[in-house]
């Protein structure tokens, strides 16, 4: 097969409309936005990554010796040599491997980010602080004034509502200003020569190889994160292959440039993820005084109808949304705001598998629809557990007999769940939210 043609001038046709969607999107009579602004919001994590603060700045390594740097170096390219060889039986022609490979280099800073282990973790008030801004806001209605042919074409096709693409485009690469300048296949052929996740990497170089061949971008033109997460709303090389689309019918798909095809594959995505159209994300709720915080955990899900009857009610006191798997979200614990979230929170989680960021998409897009943002206060007076206070009460669930898995600090479903236990038998609600109280109760003799 011949080389991969070289596509045309990339087309920078996504510059960033107040809508009336808000009642799509939020399930409860929508309030004015908050009038107060908040601090100007950084670039949130990339769509993929599991959920996580994004990686701190980590100082140049010492210089290796010209000695050790040639046998990196070396075993760098035996590495690729090694890949390159069974990749003609993948499919991929001669000529998209020398345009790949023939000039790939080693990054350093990619292997420092990926093993960089943040000591010191965001609440998830702090995330939203930063992520649904009155200018981020604000500039979201104007980018989405400004694309609404293409996001109006996407919703009537796929049935997302524009205000959450444009959402995800904001939190993603901030309406793109920050897709990223990392070459993609430089970062991929990086992190599994590295091999702390090797077999990952090789099926996304393998998936970045296949859409250089399929010509929809140039190999120099295929930028993006540290990570590999590439565009204006940042897919993996696998989630491109499943869920991009050629919607302007140019015969690529451009997720770097074309406002059609960023629109249209993500809202593909989000409908392949199981997003129901007509339904909101969720709600914001009021629960009664007398509920269990423990059945609060995300997983426990009826009809909304069932929640009304123990008394949870929107924030506004208006009807719960009508939704026929919901569940109750205490991102914050007990004393912190009261979520009722359906299956389109849960699409949303499965374009990024993090709480802070479906958050934050669910409410940018419900404020740049008009509606409000969160009502209740958030628990400000409580700080974030750091990495290794989180590992310190993790230790100590589990000497106590309370299974929180193996001790890793990083709060996953285990551990919350090994929390709650603990929490009923000491008698305090069981929200399984870590506080330094609760730390510091836990190592007690």
Known sequence: ???????????????????????????????????????????IAPTTAPEAPAPPTVSAPAAQSPAGEAVLQQGFARWIDDFRAGMQAAGIDEATLRVAFDDVQYLARVVELDRAQPEFTRTVWDYLDRAVTAQRVARGQDKLAQVRREADAAAARYGVPPAIVVAIWGIESNYGDHTGSTPTIDALATLGFDGRREGWARGQLLAALKILQSGDIARTDMIGSWA??????????????????????????????SAADV??????????????AGQPWG?????????DVGRADGELKQASALWAAEGVRCIDGAPLPELADAAILLPAGARGPAFLVGANFR????????TSYALAV????QR????????????????????????????????????????????????????????RSVGVPADGYPTLELLQRLQQP
């Open 1 to 43: 097969m011949r080389e991969p043609p070289a596509p045309p001038p990339r087309r920078h046709r996504l510059a960033g409309a107040t809508l009336t969607l808000a009642a799509a999107l939020a399930g409860c009579a929508a309030a004015p936005p908050a009038a107060a602004p908040v601090a100007p919001a950084p670039v």
């Open 228 to 257: 590999g997460a590439m565009g204006q709303t940042q897919f993996l090389p696998s989630a491109f292959l499943a869920y991009a689309v050629d919607a302007d019918g140019d015969g690529r798909r451009d997720i770097w440039g």
């Open 263 to 276: 629109t249209a594959s993500t809202a593909n995505f989000l409908a392949r993820s199981g997003w129901q």
């Open 283 to 291: 709600a914001e709720v009021q629960l009664p005084p007398a509920f």
């Open 347 to 354: 699409a949303i989680l499965r374009y990024n598998n993090s």
């Open 362 to 365: 669910s409410l940018l897009a």
């Open 368 to 423: 740049i629809a008009g509606g409000a943002g969160v009502q209740a206060p958030w628990p400000r007076d409580l700080p974030a557990l750091t990495r290794s206070q989180v590992l310190s009460l993790q230790t100590a669930l589990n000497a106590l007999g309370f299974d929180s898995g193996t001790p890793d600090g990083l709060m996953g479903p285990a551990t919350r769940d090994g929390l709650r236990a603990y929490q």
